[in-house]
């Protein structure tokens, strides 16, 4: 049975930074892209980055490439987003999501693709 699970969300303000893991288990894990996407209150769940399985490519979307940063510890079946300069804009909930296929710098936010997904974890950005 997979499951995927996310930590490290909180309360942070304006400015500061925030560390976001995940866990998957049940997979072999350097098989599967990860992927962060967020949901904040009252909008669509959207992508954040993606990094393949071999930690080689890495996507962002474009409001948050300058200050979020994607990695991996496949070793430890562990993903990692690295979060700076947050904004209360950033409020939402986090998802860790694990696909099998291919993607593309386009395709890679099409979240009927993902195989597996984690239940969220707050974090919340205050100004």
């Known amino acids: 049975q997979v499951q995927v699970t996310e930590s490290g969300g909180g309360l942070v303000q304006a400015g500061g930074s925030l560390r976001l893991s995940c866990t998957a288990s049940?997979?072999?894990?350097?098989?599967?892209?990860m992927a962060w996407f967020r949901q904040a209150p009252g909008k669509e769940r959207e992508g954040v980055s993606i990094i393949s399985g071999r930690g080689r490519t890495t996507y962002y979307a474009d409001s948050m490439k300058d200050r979020f940063t994607i990695s991996r510890d496949n070793a430890k079946n562990t993903l990692n987003l690295q979060m700076n300069s947050l904004r209360p804009e950033d409020t939402a909930i986090y998802y860790c999501?694990?696909?099998?296929?291919?993607?593309?710098?386009?395709?890679?936010?099409?979240?009927?693709?993902?195989?597996?997904w984690g239940q969220g974890t707050q974090v919340t950005v205050s100004s």
């Open positions: 999501a694990a696909r099998r296929s291919a993607f593309s710098s386009v395709s890679w936010t099409d979240q009927r693709t993902y195989d597996y």
């Open positions: 049940g997979l072999t894990f350097d098989n599967y892209a």
